[in-house]
């Protein structure tokens, strides 16, 4: 049997760990339906009854990332495939070649069907006030560290600023990378999906 058949009829599985204590979430792209199991709870969509995906960016710890697809089926409910599996307290793996493959597939599979909306970042009421907030933040964190070094305060002065830098690189970037935008199934943006 051809091996892109054999692959379509078993299925493409994904699991991860949402937290450390708890069962893994299981999602498997059966050949006419998404299927999952989510500790005692399990269940399955047709692809023609997906209404909306949403795939994002967030940050797990000060330094990792972390994708995310949010599944909306159109009689309700929300599902939510992370990139990360929790291994220990400070510690997540990195499950980026996995998500990102399985998440292609389940857009290719989708786009087959009709009606789905594709979006990519932060709904819009969500990311205008994250804008705005985190720029408040900014100018607040440039007052602080440019009165602190006209007062001849250097030290504390430079502290606020390299934190303020640190600040405004993940900000920034978690901003940039959930701006609110519409996609189509063959044509996932680069920025929410892991290299």
Not at 29 to 48: D, F, H, I, K, T
Not at 140 to 168: E, K, S
Request: glycine letters at 10%; one cysteine or more.
């Amino acid at each position: 049997m051809d091996e892109a058949v054999r692959a379509e009829e078993e299925g493409l599985v994904y699991t991860f760990r949402p937290r450390l204590v708890g069962a893994a979430f299981a999602f498997r792209l059966a050949p006419n339906a998404l299927e999952w199991q989510m500790g005692n709870r399990s269940g399955r969509v047709a692809y023609p009854m997906i209404g909306r995906v949403r795939l994002g960016f967030r940050l797990g710890t000060l330094m990792g990332r972390r994708y995310t697809a949010e599944i909306f089926p159109r009689n309700g409910g929300r599902l939510e495939i992370a990139s990360t599996s929790a291994r220990s307290i400070f510690d997540n793996a990195d499950q980026g070649a996995a998500f990102r493959a399985f998440v292609t597939e389940l857009h290719r599979r989708i786009g087959r069907s009709s009606g789905c909306r594709f979006e990519a970042g932060m709904a819009a009421w969500r990311w205008w006030p994250s804008v705005v907030v985190t720029l408040a933040l900014l100018a607040g964190v440039l007052f602080v560290a440019g009165r602190a070094l006209l007062d001849a305060q250097f030290t504390p002065g430079l502290i606020i600023l390299a934190v303020g830098v640190l600040f405004l690189w993940q900000m920034g970037n978690v901003l940039l990378r959930n701006r609110p935008r519409t996609y189509a199934a063959d044509a996932i943006p680069e920025d929410v999906l892991p290299k």
